[in-house]
């Protein structure tokens, strides 16, 4: 965002207002002269209130230095509001369209900063139409297919438009790519608890039929077994004998390539099948044991194995 102006120049009537670090700084920060400028003046307009094309302009300066800024975002958003409170409903419009250019840049240089892409959302809001915003964040995604933020956006997108229809065959793509993507996992979840009954039977039984098939895939993989697991859970394991088949046929040596190692989540979702409300006394001791086994096997999580296993075996459990 190259400028054309200095701060000096465009602000020769505003004293520039000093950061107080108290009389003794411990570890003063050696900020750049270009920023001390900059700061002192955003100080100043902040103290003063002024909202107008060149304090917008310098929130922009503000922002190309430390886009983090939350106060000189916020500000940002303020002063637009103000500079276009008295546009006609179209006009203001159009301002927020500009903004959301600038605001897209902003994201391609920052694409993991909170505040770009809470600004966002405000353009969106303001504008009132969510054209393009779908495509964008596919994109930003693109690059890096677990930003939190960039996921965070696109479900606020599809819940505030109602743009749920071909989100699950994106998903669809994404798991394509990359089966392991837990956060295209979780936006299945996502999308089928807004826009389908995820207590009927049938609902569930597709959707568990749907990880079981990537499940034959990879079944180290945990994502989908997590994903199963919240379906399924809810509703009963009782119902879903094939879930207990699979789990048993999977997690049993050998394992793999020939080899002699048991799949850890298949024995981990046994566990819940087995020590689930009402299972007899036969099923929670064989649950025990498998705790007993998955300690060994997935020897990161001992200490939960081992809390698990005194879980299973409480009688007031």
């Not at 302009?57 to 916020?74: C, D, F, G």
């Not at 936006?187 to 098939?213: C, F, I, N, P, W």
């Amino acid at each position: 965002m190259p400028f054309e102006w200095t701060v000096a120049e465009a602000f020769p009537d505003l004293e520039p207002l000093p950061q107080d670090d108290g009389p003794d700084p411990v570890v003063q920060i050696a900020y750049s002269a270009e920023f001390v400028a900059t700061m002192d003046i955003f100080r100043r307009v902040l103290a003063i209130g002024e909202f107008s094309e060149r304090t917008l302009r310098l929130s922009a300066e503000v922002i190309e230095l430390n886009a983090a800024n939350y106060t000189a975002w916020q500000y940002r958003r303020k002063c637009l509001d103000e500079l276009h409170a008295a546009a006609e409903p179209e006009a203001r419009r159009e301002a927020w369209k500009r903004e959301l250019e600038f605001c897209t840049e902003a994201v391609r240089q920052n694409m993991k900063n909170y505040q770009v892409w809470f600004h966002r959302r405000s353009c969106v809001e303001r504008v009132g139409d969510a054209t393009g915003e779908l495509a964008f964040v596919a994109e930003v995604l693109a690059e890096d297919a677990k930003n939190y933020h960039a996921w965070g956006h696109r479900q606020w997108v599809l819940k505030q438009f109602s743009l749920w229809e071909g989100e699950l065959e994106y998903i669809d793509t994404l798991l394509a790519q990359d089966v392991r993507n837990n956060s295209a996992w979780n936006q299945r979840y996502y999308v089928l608890k807004h826009t389908a009954d995820l207590t009927s039977h049938d609902v569930v039984g597709s959707e568990l039929a749907y990880a079981l098939r990537h499940i034959e895939s990879e079944p180290d993989n945990p994502s989908p077994w997590a994903y199963l697991k919240g379906v399924v859970e809810p509703v009963g394991y009782e119902h879903f004998p094939q879930l207990r088949r699979a789990a048993e046929r999977l997690g049993s040596p050998p394992y793999g390539d020939g080899g002699t190692a048991q799949c850890a989540q298949a024995l981990g979702i046994l566990v819940e099948i087995l020590s689930r409300k009402g299972a007899d006394d036969a099923e929670k001791q064989q649950a025990a044991e498998l705790c007993d086994t998955l300690a060994t096997l997935d020897a990161i999580r001992v200490a939960y194995w081992n809390w698990r296993k005194t879980q299973v075996l409480d009688p007031l459990y």
